[in-house]
């Protein structure tokens, strides 16, 4: 082991940024953070700001999972708790709050998440009881509820369940399945 390598048990790419999770749970995220997608805590730019080397996740806390979307992330803590950051417009589940953070943000409803998959507009969350949530932009009915703008509250889909989701991460047909 070379001093100052991280071992990394899991690493995702997004939207021109990749997040990794160490062995630690630590996480690390590197490459465009003009939104605060990489959770460095550092002050929003909205301009062409990359980062090349990793950086720590601010927050000391610590991830079992990471998903990234178009410009933002979501990841589930340990205890199953989650928290976004990066770019909002609903996307974050952090309810009424829609300015971008470049610190993660936890996710409001007190629901325990063992899976959580960001895509390009909104994302969706299996609870620990297999119960489906989404939140974010819902133009096309891709939260499978009837809000019609959408919601920053992570929103119950119907009456599904389910082990696994996944959120569509393109732009293309406005990303909404």
């Known amino acids: 082991l070379v001093p100052g390598w991280r071992w ?3 690493i995702t790419a ?17 490459g465009a953070n003009q939104l ?19 950086q720590k996740v601010v927050g000391n806390r610590t991830f079992q999972s990471v998903s990234l979307g178009n410009q933002y992330t979501c990841a589930i803590a340990v205890g199953g708790q989650g928290y ?6 609903t996307k974050l589940g952090s309810g009424n709050q829609t300015g971008d953070t470049s610190t993660p943000a936890p996710m409001i ?13 909104h994302a969706c969350g299996v609870t620990s009881v297999d119960a489906v949530y989404c939140w974010g ?6 939260l499978g509820s009837a809000i ?3 919601t920053g509250t992570p929103s119950r889909a119907g009456n599904l369940v389910a082990i696994e989701v996944a959120a569509s991460g393109i732009g293309t047909g406005s990303g909404s399945h």
Do not use: R
């Open 109 to 121: 409803g007190g629901h325990v998440f063992q899976q959580i998959s960001a895509g390009y507009g």
């Open 36 to 54: 605060g997608q990489v959770g460095d805590g550092g002050k929003i730019s909205y301009g062409n700001v990359f980062v090349s080397a990793p």
């Open 137 to 142: 932009s819902n133009g096309s009915g891709q």
């Open 14 to 30: 997004g939207t021109s940024f990749t997040c990794g999770i160490t062995t630690g749970n630590e996480t690390y995220c590197w």
């Open 8 to 10: 990394m048990l899991t």
């Open 148 to 150: 019609m703008n959408g």
């Open 84 to 89: 976004c950051w990066g770019s909002n417009n």
